[in-house]
């Protein structure tokens, strides 16, 4: 069972204990225990476009008390631009060298359930740490939120067409996204923490009205900026020019997000049906419900502990644990500028006196303008000497004699408090 870290300091000051990881920081006892008791913990899960909370909390009949918090976020951005980047230099190098041959991606098939390289590295990345945090925990249930609340389907099975669009969901989930997209605040006066009430950009009625009541028209206003717009088109009531080129370029904010978690939600859950746990299934709309109801303020971890059926939390002030997907390094032995000519290379093998890029180690140097002692990121190098990448700047040249490895480079970066681990370039 995790443990206080009072009690974890206390076996490792007493030799009972040794440090398996140092994010997350787990402990292995070095002697099995006579009596070993377990709890019922579960992994809740928020998936999210950008970032997925994750909590891990022990489940009792009464209350859920929090025992670690995290949250994952995704570099399925940086995947997209690889490999279109990628896509470029294939197509200009078979523009250069082979012109009778066309482009073959016509051809290729994609087999059933096929997901984008950007969507995919989402659901590996929630899959790969719920199979983590079940090597580390005795993790009995999973408890996953899969779809925003949908009361119409609830109260009338055989909706369709039109009256499932239009129906009692509809409004809910204009607003819910509005409020995402608007960052929970008045476009025309910036203020937070009021009632807003949705409001038409282009009027529907009135003398010039010409609006509709498609999302890329409406956006969120207080009730004196609702009020005193009226009907009035929207260069009439803004005079700020920069504040007109805000709001219309925000606009046609496309609903890649929405599309992202929508794919990935379905895909995510049926992976964790094919574990030995339990899945809860949940919503969005019963998240937010507890999250409300319990008086506790709104980020991806919290939201995942919230996760489910929560009568009561406990322990949720607590630190949380950023970790973010980086990547294990690249294939590819060679950079190149933004036109694809190479501009320097790489070793050919990635490791380097038993060292690779990203591990995390701890540099004692005795003697010598470097002396000291130094914690980070290495970035290694074929003739032994090393760049450590610190929470103070990056120290250059130390040898490798004087680097001892204190947790392996594994494809992400950890920030905890005011420490931040990642991954070199």
């Known amino acids: 069972m995790p443990c206080h870290a009072a009690r974890a300091r206390e076996l490792l000051a007493k030799g009972k204990a040794v440090v398996v990881r140092r994010y997350p920081f787990v402990i292995r006892l070095k002697h099995d225990p006579i009596e070993s008791e377990t709890q019922p913990v579960a992994i809740k899960l928020d998936p999210g476009a950008k970032t997925t ?4 909390v022990r489940v009792t009949p009464s209350v859920h008390h929090v025992l670690h918090l995290s949250e994952l976020t995704h ?3 940086a995947i997209k631009e690889s490999v279109a980047k990628r896509a470029a230099y294939r197509r200009n190098r078979r523009s250069r060298k082979t012109r009778y041959r066309p482009a073959r991606f016509d051809q290729r098939t994609r087999p059933e359930g096929w997901l984008p390289p950007s969507l995919q590295s989402r ?6 740490w719920v199979s983590r945090y079940r090597r580390w925990c005795p993790i009995t249930a999973i408890v996953v939120e899969t ?10 099975p055989e909706v369709n067409g039109i009256e499932y669009q239009q129906g009692t969901l509809y409004g809910c989930e204009v607003r819910e996204y509005l409020l995402e997209k608007w960052g929970r605040k008045c476009a025309y006066c910036d ?10 950009i282009q009027p529907k009625g009135g003398g010039s009205g010409s609006g509709s009541d498609r999302v890329s028209n409406l956006t969120l206003a207080c009730h004196e900026c609702n009020r005193r717009k009226g009907s009035q088109p929207i260069e009439v009531f803004v005079q700020d020019p920069e504040r007109l080129k805000r709001i219309t370029s925000q606009l046609q904010t496309p609903l890649a997000a929405a599309a992202a978690v929508n794919a990935t939600r379905t895909r995510i859950l049926k992976e964790l049906f094919h574990t030995d746990l339990p899945v809860e299934v949940s919503t969005g709309g019963k998240t937010k419900f507890n999250r409300m109801r319990l008086n506790i303020p709104k980020t991806h971890a919290l939201d995942a502990a919230c996760t489910g059926n929560t009568p009561a939390l406990e322990g949720w002030k607590i630190a949380v644990l950023a970790i973010k997907a980086c990547g294990r390094g690249s294939y590819q032995r060679t950079n190149v500028n933004k036109s694809g000519a190479p501009i320097g290379f790489l070793t050919r093998k990635k490791k ?4 690779q890029t990203g591990d995390i ?3 004692i140097v005795p003697k010598g303008k470097r002396r000291g002692t130094h914690f980070g990121r290495v970035s290694v190098r074929a003739r032994g000497s090393f760049n450590l990448q610190t929470k103070s700047g990056r120290v250059q040249d130390i040898s490798h004699k004087h680097c001892r490895v204190i947790q392996r480079a594994d494809g992400y970066g950890y920030q905890s408090g005011e420490m931040a681990i990642h991954p070199l370039a």
């Open 53 to 56: 909370g994750i909590a891990i």
């Open 75 to 77: 570099r399925g951005a």
């Open 123 to 128: 659901v590996d990345n929630v899959m790969s």
């Open 147 to 156: 779809v925003r609340f949908d009361t119409q389907l609830l109260v009338n």
């Open 191 to 200: 203020a937070q923490n009021v009632p807003l009430e949705v409001e038409h």
């Open 352 to 355: 380097a006196y038993g060292f």
């Open 361 to 363: 180690v701890l540099a």
